[in-house]
């Protein structure tokens, strides 16, 4: 079974940075892809960052710039560097791995303050 815990939320300084990190069990494929998603209230699920096993990644263009995926495949461990956080970065933020289907941890509350 596919586990994700998620550490490392929190209220940011204006501007300033979190590094949310996630942890995936021993039966994660270091091949398959990881990311990051966002649901603030009220709003769909989103997608901020992915990153592939070849260490390619995507960004939500909201974000391009500011945030980044840094991915440690023989920890299974995937964090969000997330630098000159905004208001509208407030979100809860879910890590994600795709094996077959999508699993999902269980959210990490980020706020960013103006």
């Known amino acids: 079974q596919v586990q994700l815990v998620e550490s490392g939320g929190g209220l940011a300084q204006p501007g300033g940075p979190l590094r949310p990190s996630c942890a995936a069990s021993i039966r994660t494929s270091s091949s398959a892809p990881m990311g990051w998603f966002r649901q603030a209230p009220g709003k769909q699920r989103e997608l901020v960052a992915r990153i592939f096993s070849g260490g390619s990644t995507n960004y939500a263009d909201s974000v391009k710039g500011r945030f980044t995926i840094p991915r440690d495949n023989a920890k299974k461990t995937v964090n969000l560097q997330m630098n000159s956080l905004k208001p509208e970065d407030t979100a809860v933020y879910y890590c994600?791995?795709?094996?077959?289907?999508?699993?999902w941890g269980q959210g990490t509350q980020v706020t960013g303050s103006s």
């Open positions: 994600n791995v795709r094996m077959g289907k999508d699993y």
